[in-house]
Antibody, heavy 123, light 108 residues
Framework: QVQLVESGGGVVQPGGSLRLSCAASGFTFSSYGMHWVRQAPGKGLEWVAFIRYDGSNKYYADSVKGRFTISRDNSKNTLYLQMNSLRAEDTAVYYC????????????????WGQGTLVTVSS | EIVLTQSPATLSLSPGERATLSCRASQSVSSYLAWYQQKPGQAPRLLIYDASNRATGIPARFSGSGSGTDFTLTISSLEPEDFAVYYCQQRSNWPPGTFGQGTKLEIK
């Protein structure tokens, strides 16, 4: 079955950096686009970033553009999110999610989600 | 950016009752709308995609309808495990794929 396991969350000071990872299994990782979606405490869901199955296209929410970088290593079945210049408003649970497909540019729908990793930005 | 407005914010019903949740878009999203269920402390789960298609493993008591700007998620007969928060999400002008603010379905 599809499994997505995030790691790398923690407490970081404003202006700091953090790198999240998402280990995927149970499907052909290299055939699907992948997303990061976040949820601030007690709030709703916000899409953060997408990467195409081969890494050739990446899209970002305006709120993170220029600060976050999504990447993937298909040889390791792993998705990443490098987060720089972190702000208090980036505090959230970060989920990785599999794109439903089949478009190589992403369908914008998320059919499997990991359990999330909490990022807290605080001094 | 397309804004999705869900109503009601909270819905209080009893097991066995029928639940009707609404999602309205600020402009047409055609049929590019999905519904997700999220239980406390858990990740969201895809229920319905493209307005009316049940995702893999989703029970038949969940159904979706609508197109354009008005959409409905119906749960025909509530089971205890159905009490959760429900989000709609559009992919018409993805990226970004915007979400509604959620409807909390609670036990009456």
């Amino acid at each position: 079955q599809v499994q997505l396991v995030e790691s790398g969350g923690g407490v970081v000071q404003p202006g700091g950096s953090l790198r999240l990872s998402c280990a995927a299994s149970g499907f052909t990782f290299s055939s699907y686009g992948m997303h990061w979606v976040r949820q601030a405490p007690g709030k709703g869901l916000e899409w953060v970033a997408f990467i195409r199955y081969d890494g050739s296209n990446k899209y970002y929410a305006d709120s993170v553009k220029g600060r976050f970088t999504i990447s993937r290593d298909n040889s390791k079945n792993t998705l990443y999110l490098q987060m720089n210049s972190l702000r208090a408003e980036d505090t959230a649970v970060y989920y990785c999610a599999k794109d439903q497909g089949p478009s190589p540019y992403g369908s914008g729908q998320f059919d499997y989600w990991g359990q999330g990793t909490l990022v807290t930005v605080s001094s | 950016e397309i804004v999705l407005t869900q109503s009601p914010a909270t819905l209080s019903l009893s097991p066995g009752e029928r639940a009707t949740l609404s999602c309205r878009a600020s402009q047409s999203v055609s049929s590019y709308l999905a519904w997700y269920q999220q239980k406390p402390g858990q990740a969201p789960r895809l229920l319905i995609y493209d307005a009316s298609n049940r995702a893999t493993g989703i029970p038949a008591r969940f159904s979706g309808s609508g197109s354009g700007t008005d959409f409905t998620l119906t749960i025909s007969s509530l089971e205890p495990e159905d009490f959760a928060v429900y989000y709609c999400q559009q992919r018409s002008n993805w990226p970004p794929g915007t979400f509604g603010q959620g409807t909390k379905l609670e036990i009456k």
